[in-house]
């Protein structure tokens, strides 16, 4: 137990004997836990110290009510006491304070006053605002009124009239500026609004002429093709009168034919007899001639063939003749029969 904690206290007298003189038996006590008689002896033990250990903290806790109704009492009877030195103080420290509190009130007043001659921190957009804010500044007199900030006031006063007139300056040169750039603007905007409208007037114009164009246009086309159909359906009708003309001519020349005809059939048949003789020998003969000229035409047609497979194979031969002599490897008969398969060769195929 530490020096501090180990205060006498008489009701813990008789407990702090006892567990002085427990400290030394529950040193020297050692249980077989192994063993149910350790186990008990153990927990019979545990239970003999709790039971001093309760004993121990309802004491703690009667003590502490007792305490607790001391501190109540001291400190009712400590708070009259401060209260009536407080009361002896505040006769004397409210003059003081009151006094502390008017020159403060002063001081910020002023201060406040200051504050009104300042350079504003907001951003002043327009010369008029700054001009007004110039004046309201100007208009301040600096007089005794200001007590010690009197010099204070001036110097101050004078700084924010001269950034005020500056700030004037520099807002009106700048709203000049704007004002010319807004008037080239809309002197720009003027004109392209006249270009523009110029040029939807030439539009409008073209687009006009352009309709009349098309409809003089249309207008000649239409009477072109009312001449056209009108002489058209002109030959249509004089084609009509002209065939019906040449029918009737066609008619009187047949009916003239058809007499004709009839005799010369009269002749004809006179004359059939011998026609049919001489017919007969002029076929006979014809069929002669016909089977001569078919031979000779056979014998041309196969020499033809011959001459056209001939050449095609000959030039394949030279080809052929050409690459070996380049050094180039290739049968002969290969060739021929590649150019036959392939069809290069007319009159001549092959069946795989």
């Not at 539009?203 to 001449?227: G, M, N, W």
């Not at 047949?254 to 003789?277: D, M, N």
């Amino acid at each position: 137990m530490n020096a501090d904690t180990k205060v006498d206290i008489e009701p813990y007298s008789q407990l702090r004997a006892q567990i002085e003189t427990l400290k030394a038996e529950n040193a020297a006590k050692s249980f077989d836990i192994s063993k149910p008689a350790g186990i008990k002896a153990a927990k019979s033990h545990i239970y003999s110290l709790r039971k001093l250990r309760a004993e121990a903290e309802r004491t703690r806790k009667d003590l502490g009510r007792d305490a607790l109704e001391y501190k109540r009492r001291v400190d009712s009877v400590g708070k009259e006491l401060i209260a009536e030195v407080e009361g002896m103080i505040e006769v004397h420290e409210r003059p003081l304070k009151e006094l502390e509190e008017r020159e403060e009130s002063r001081k910020r007043a002023h201060i406040e006053r200051l504050a009104t001659l300042r350079m504003p921190e907001e951003v002043i957009g327009d010369s008029k605002t700054a001009a007004d804010i110039l004046s309201r500044v100007e208009s301040v007199i600096i007089d005794e009124d200001w007590e010690e900030f009197c010099d204070e006031a001036q110097l101050i006063r004078d700084d924010t009239v001269s950034q005020l007139t500056q700030l004037v300056r520099t807002l009106k040169k700048a709203e000049e500026e704007a004002a010319e750039l807004a008037r080239l603007r809309e002197d720009a905007a003027k004109r392209e609004a006249e270009e523009a409208a110029k040029k939807a007037e030439e539009e409008r114009i073209a687009r006009e002429e352009q309709i009349a164009r098309d409809a003089a246009e249309k207008a000649r086309r239409e009477t072109e093709e009312a001449a056209e159909h009108k002489r058209l359906e002109a030959e249509k009708a004089a084609e009509r009168e002209r065939e019906q003309a040449v029918a009737e001519a066609e008619k009187r020349l047949e009916a003239e034919r058809e007499k004709a005809r009839a005799a010369e059939l009269e002749a004809s048949r006179a004359k059939q007899a011998a026609a049919e003789a001489e017919a007969a020998r002029v076929r006979e003969e014809k069929a002669k001639a016909e089977a001569q000229e078919a031979r000779a035409a056979n014998k041309r047609h196969r020499n033809k063939v011959m001459n056209e497979v001939a050449e095609v194979i000959e030039a394949v031969i030279e080809t052929a003749q050409a690459e070996a002599r380049e050094g180039v490897d290739s049968c002969l008969g290969q060739k021929i029969a590649e150019a036959i398969a392939e069809g290069k060769v007319p009159h001549v195929s092959v069946r795989f």
